[in-house]
């Protein structure tokens, strides 16, 4: 028997890549009866004579899994996010943050198009970075029409499985064609030998970018809190997770609690207001959210 990963899923094959080579393989039946679907980056136990005749016999336990795209065990999601045209949005990406975080994802949060900024905005935009920086964030500030900040991005996707997630427009397509400048080709040739229009949702594939796997297909199109807790929300902030060591109350959920240091931090200016504002906000969507039964 032999293991590896699953790096396509098409049309009821699945092609597993084991010690650089790519197997294709079906699924067995007892998959259906259990009720188990293989995912992209899933980790299985496979039997194959060949490279076009493969059984996968065993899918490994998760860390993790997404549903849009269907895909396992992501190590990393990179939150791009650009600077103008849409413009720079902190609620919008302390949405993701939460998301990325409850699923138990590292997130690197990239923001691009630098380049359409006046000198005055782009220390507006540095001021957010160090913000997030000083969270425990890493962020990597870039441009794909200047390449700057696309050296210093490269090394974070080595050895990783990584989706890239961000509003439309943002410029996640373009990033990846500069960090691999041949991946529109090669994307073009496999979705004209499939027979696909260009505006067909494609199949979800990992493909090798700097040194590390990339999920082709936008991450989280769904950014409902569904599966969090009021309870659990403070930990997915971690400058609150630090401050929150001084409460005077365990479980304290800085609202109303008395001796809150987190709200005393962010009267004093060392957690942002706005962050604040956004745990707030994301506290009451949970709080109202319809049950589910």
Not at 63 to 73: C, F, G, S, Y
Not at 95 to 118: A, G
Not at 251 to 265: D, M
Request: aromatic share 10%; charged share 30%.
């Amino acid at each position: 028997m032999a293991e590896g990963k699953i790096i396509k899923a098409l049309s009821g094959f699945y092609y597993v890549l084991s010690d650089g080579v790519i197997t294709q393989c079906r699924g067995r039946g007892v998959f259906r009866k259990n009720k188990v679907t293989p995912l992209v980056g899933d980790y299985v136990e496979f039997q194959a004579d060949n490279e076009t005749e493969g059984y996968i016999l065993k899918v490994f336990e998760r860390k993790n899994e997404l549903v849009r795209p269907p895909i396992a065990n992501v190590d990393q999601a990179i939150l791009v996010f650009s600077a103008r045209e849409p413009d720079f949005s902190t609620t919008l990406l302390d949405r993701f943050l939460v998301l990325v975080e409850s699923k138990d994802i590292d997130p690197l949060i990239c923001i691009t198009k630098m380049d359409l900024l006046q000198k005055d905005e782009i220390k507006e935009i540095e001021g957010y970075a160090e913000h997030y920086r000083s969270f425990g964030y890493e962020v990597v500030v870039t441009s794909s029409k200047t390449e700057q900040g696309i050296e210093e991005l490269s090394p974070y996707m080595r050895d990783k499985t990584s989706v890239f997630a961000g509003q439309s427009g943002v410029g996640k397509s373009t990033l990846l064609n500069v960090i691999k400048p041949e991946l529109d080709l090669k994307t073009a040739m496999i979705s004209s030998h499939l027979g696909r229009g260009k505006h067909t949702t494609r199949h979800v594939e990992l493909i090798h970018i700097g040194d590390g796997l990339v999920a082709d297909t936008p991450g989280f199109s769904s950014l409902e809190f569904t599966d969090i807790e009021v309870e659990d929300l403070p930990q997915y902030f971690p400058e609150m997770v630090e401050a929150s060591e001084q409460c005077k109350f365990r479980g304290c959920l800085h609202i109303n609690e008395p001796k809150c240091a987190v709200k005393n931090a962010v009267d004093t200016g060392d957690i942002p207001s706005y962050r604040y504002d956004h745990y707030l906000t994301f506290h009451q969507e949970i709080k109202d959210r319809k049950p589910r039964y």
